[in-house]
């Protein structure tokens, strides 16, 4: 059984960075699509970044438009976890983040891969 546990949030003002962490247990998930989403208070819960396994040891990298260039998610493999750096935070980025993983990309770009985290708060003060 796989567990996703995130850890790395926090309270930051405006401007300010953050890094999350996503570590995985129970079943080695270099091949899986591993991505955050997040969910804001009244909103639905939306997609963040992912990282796809593309052959050899390469991944590919994929943002939601009002994260890019501000966001970076990164693998590392060797430690079964993934990450997101997030600098230049805005109050608008407040949500509970998600790690997520599922072997079908598709499936985890619609919200429903197999594996969640249980979520961590990221509060951006204004």
């Known amino acids: 059984q796989v567990q996703l546990v995130e850890s790395g949030g926090g309270l930051v003002q405006a401007g300010g960075s953050l890094r999350l962490s996503c570590a995985a247990s129970?079943?080695?998930?270099?091949?899986?699509?591993m991505g955050w989403f997040r969910q804001a208070p009244g909103k639905e819960r939306e997609f963040v970044a992912d990282t796809s396994w593309s052959g050899g040891n390469r991944y590919v990298a994929k943002y939601a438009d009002s994260v890019k260039g501000r966001f970076t998610i990164s693998r590392d493999t060797a430690k079964n976890s993934v990450d997101l750096q997030m600098i230049s935070l805005k109050p608008e980025d407040t949500a509970v983040y998600y790690c997520a993983a599922d072997p079908n990309y598709t499936k985890l770009r619609r919200g429903g891969p197999g594996y969640w985290g249980q979520g961590t708060q990221v509060t951006v003060s204004s």
């Open positions: 129970g079943y080695t998930l270099s091949r899986y699509v």
